[in-house]
């Protein structure tokens, strides 16, 4: 029915009104004479009723034998559009030029989008395949497939496979990441273990090599802890690659400093710009400069659909710079805040056995240091240093 109606709206028809006479033979003179009609109606004596532009033609003849009145109610059809806008130029040509833009951009690619990845981000995948070629605006049929999804494969190693599929407007790809599989050291050299700090040792455990001190001992940084040297029964020597645990009593420094006085930055002010992006073209709508500028793109979807059409907004944030005083209070709160900070950082993975903290305000600064005795592991793994002769 639609294949129907579109037939008869490109070939354009007539809607007319017919009364007055025989109706019947009206009717009967239209079907002897080859005149289609169809939605054919009748409402208080008056028939109305649709025909070509050719049946429109012939039907006085048999509305003057069966003594009906014809009259034309309304044109329909592309035909009629053309004639009404035969001398709008422009139309015509503007409506020619849309038609031959959507079809240059129904082969066009609009849309990139990447499923799969999660180590590796989706701008890097995206940027390698656009070095490739698959970018917006590339022609999907002038794209070789097989050849893209090769060469994407030696610029990304964090991917071990990946799918290129172009539907329509849009390429979507597919990608799945390799497994990280653990670092297995087999590196059999012979090594020592130094110290890594001065400390005193409080746990020696070698498991493998030759004890060089003993609990109690206090050591410098750089003094060996156990030797990758081991002597045999046989009094011979050997080489082996040292592993042990030594946890030693350390004394450690900390301290921060908070002036009074610091300098801010406030925002002053803010400009908005505008970039409209059109397939591969970035066209500005307005001076896009400065040195904190922030960008912010938005497409725009259709049913699901991206279209090749989106607007980057640029936002350019101008801030003053001011000096602020702070009370002895703040400051003392910003130093305490900073100290604690920096302080769960460095012994994150130590043990504090004592700790004398000092506070101290000179010359409009407030500092606060700290002095601690931890147990932390010392060992130092280095390669041995072996000469031939």
């Given at each position: 029915?639609?294949?129907?109606?579109?037939?008869?709206?490109?070939?354009?028809?007539?809607?007319?009104?017919?009364?007055?006479?025989?109706?019947?033979?009206?009717?009967?003179?239209?079907?002897?004479?080859?005149?289609?009609?169809?939605?054919?109606?009748?409402?208080?004596?008056?028939?109305?009723?649709?025909?070509?532009?050719?049946?429109?033609?012939?039907?006085?003849?048999?509305?003057?034998?069966?003594?009906?009145?014809?009259?034309?109610?309304?044109?329909?059809?592309?035909?009629?559009?053309?004639?009404?806008?035969?001398?709008?130029?422009?139309?015509?040509?503007?409506?020619?030029?849309?038609?031959?833009?959507?079809?240059?951009?129904?082969?066009?690619?609009?849309?990139?989008?990447?499923?799969?990845?999660?180590?590796?981000?989706?701008?890097?995948?995206?940027?390698?395949?656009?070095?490739?070629?698959?970018?917006?605006?590339?022609?999907?049929?002038?794209?070789?497939?097989?050849?893209?999804?090769?060469?994407?494969?030696?610029?990304?190693?964090?991917?071990?496979?990946?799918?290129?599929?172009?539907?329509?407007?849009?390429?979507?790809?597919?990608?799945?990441?390799?497994?990280?599989?653990p670092e297995i050291d087999f590196d059999g050299a012979p090594t020592d273990i130094v110290a890594a700090r001065d400390g005193q040792i409080v746990i020696l455990r070698p498991f493998s090599g030759t004890e060089?001190?003993?609990?109690?001992?206090?050591?410098?940084?750089?003094?060996?802890l156990i030797s990758g040297i081991v002597e045999n029964k046989d009094l011979t020597v050997s080489f082996c690659r040292s592993r042990g645990y030594v946890v030693a009593r350390t004394a450690r420094n900390e301290?921060?400093?908070?002036?009074?006085?610091?300098?801010?930055?406030?925002?002053?002010?803010?400009?908005?710009?505008?970039?409209?992006?059109?397939?591969?073209?970035?066209?500005?709508?307005?001076?896009?400069?400065?040195?904190?500028?922030?960008?912010?793109?938005?497409?725009?979807?259709?049913?699901?659909?991206?279209?090749?059409?989106?607007?980057?907004?640029?936002?350019?944030?101008?801030?003053?710079?001011?000096?602020?005083?702070?009370?002895?209070?703040?400051?003392?709160?910003?130093?305490?805040?900073?100290?604690?900070?920096?302080?769960?950082?460095?012994?994150?993975?130590?043990?504090?056995?004592?700790?004398?903290?000092?506070?101290?305000?000179?010359?409009?600064?407030?500092?606060?240091?700290?002095?601690?005795?931890?147990?932390?592991?010392?060992?130092?793994?280095?390669?041995?240093?072996?000469?031939?002769?």
């Open positions: 029915m639609f294949v129907v109606r579109l037939i008869r709206f490109l070939f354009g028809y007539v809607i007319f009104t017919a009364k007055g006479g025989f109706p019947e033979r009206f009717i009967n003179l239209c079907r002897r004479n080859g005149i289609l009609l169809w939605e054919l109606k009748s409402e208080n004596s008056v028939i109305t009723a649709c025909t070509d532009r050719t049946g429109y033609k012939k039907i006085r003849t048999a509305a003057r034998k069966s003594g009906m009145r014809v009259r034309m109610k309304k044109k329909v059809g592309l035909p009629f559009f053309l004639d009404r806008h035969s001398r709008r130029v422009g139309v015509l040509i503007g409506v020619c030029l849309c038609v031959s833009v959507l079809l240059i951009l129904s082969t066009r690619i609009w849309s990139i989008d990447v499923t799969g990845n999660v180590r590796v981000s989706e701008e890097k995948i995206i940027g390698v395949f656009e070095e490739l070629g698959v970018r917006r605006g590339a022609s999907g049929a002038a794209i070789d497939i097989k050849i893209t999804e090769i060469e994407a494969l030696k610029k990304l190693p964090e991917i071990s496979w990946l799918n290129v599929n172009i539907e329509g407007s849009a390429a979507r790809i597919e990608v799945r990441e390799t497994v990280e599989t060089e001190q003993k609990i109690g001992n206090a050591v410098l940084k750089g003094d060996p301290s921060v400093s908070q002036p009074q006085k610091i300098k801010i930055r406030r925002k002053a002010d803010e400009k908005k710009s505008y970039i409209l992006n059109f397939l591969f073209f970035n066209i500005p709508l307005g001076k896009i400069s400065g040195e904190n500028l922030y960008r912010e793109s938005s497409e725009i979807f259709i049913n699901g659909v991206t279209l090749p059409v989106g607007l980057t907004e640029c936002r350019e944030i101008i801030f003053e710079e001011s000096e602020l005083t702070l009370t002895e209070n703040r400051a003392k709160l910003a130093a305490y805040s900073d100290f604690l900070e920096k302080c769960t950082e460095e012994f994150r993975y130590l043990k504090v056995e004592k700790s004398d903290i000092k506070e101290k305000t000179a010359d409009g600064e407030f500092t606060i240091s700290g002095e601690f005795v931890c147990l932390e592991n010392i060992g130092k793994e280095i390669p041995m240093e072996i000469e031939e002769s």
